[in-house]
Each structure stands twice: as C-alpha cells, then as structure tokens.
Nanobody, 115 residues
Framework: VQLVESGGGLVQPGGSLRLSCAAS????????MRWYRQVPGKERELVAT????????DYADSVKGRFAISRDNAKNTMHLQMNSLKPEDTAMYYC?????????WGQGTQVTVSS
C-alpha cells in the first residue's frame, strides 16, 4: 500500500488546513487509518484514528475539538481537518494504515503554524 499525504503548508495561528492521504490499495476500506505527527527530536505522536468503516474516531487530547478525521472509502482517501491551529501543532504529519499484522506509512507533509 502506498500512502501519499498532501495539504500541508504555512498557516497563521488560528487558521485552518486540510490534510489529505491518498492510498493506492483497492482494499483501502479494510484498513484502520491514523494520523501521526512528529517534531524533530521528539517521539512520533498519535493525533487521530478512524476505523475501516469510518464509524469510530478518536483524538489526542491536545487536538480534541479542533481537528476532525474523516475518510472516503470510495475515493481511497483520508482527511484531517485542522482548525484553530496553534504554533505547537507545527510538525511533520504522517498518514498510517493498518490491517492485521501489516502497517504502512506515508512520507509526511509539513505543517507550520507561525505568524
């Protein structure tokens, strides 16, 4: 499975961005999906999760109420809507797919929140 993230960039505090993850697998709908983020020198942090059917989501406390994860299984895509962005949200954001013992990572997209 190949995962390609897009949508990152530079945004001012309080602004919004929408990240996308495009998957190559025709079986995308069978994968649980996640967004992670990482700042240089720190461990990768789980941001949001969504089940294969899209019926259950979960968020890190630091982004609850500001971020929303979603997926479109017909288009093999996943999204992360990020609102009310803060400087501490600055990180490389990674898409992650998992099914049974198989896991896949994208290359990441940089999000920078700065005035």
């Amino acid at each position: 499975v190949q995962l390609v993230e897009s949508g990152g960039g530079l945004v001012q505090p309080g602004g919004s961005l929408r990240l996308s993850c495009a998957a190559s697998a025709s079986t995308f709908s069978s994968y649980d999906m996640r967004w992670y983020r990482q700042v240089p020198g720190k461990e990768r942090e789980l941001v949001a999760t969504i089940t294969s059917a899209g019926d259950t989501t979960d968020y890190a406390d630091s982004v609850k109420g500001r971020f929303a994860i979603s997926r479109d299984n017909a288009k093999n895509t996943m999204h992360l809507q990020m609102n009310s962005l803060k400087p501490e949200d600055t990180a490389m954001y990674y898409c992650y797919a998992a099914k049974r013992y198989f896991t896949y990572w994208g290359q990441g997209t940089q999000v920078t929140v700065s005035s």
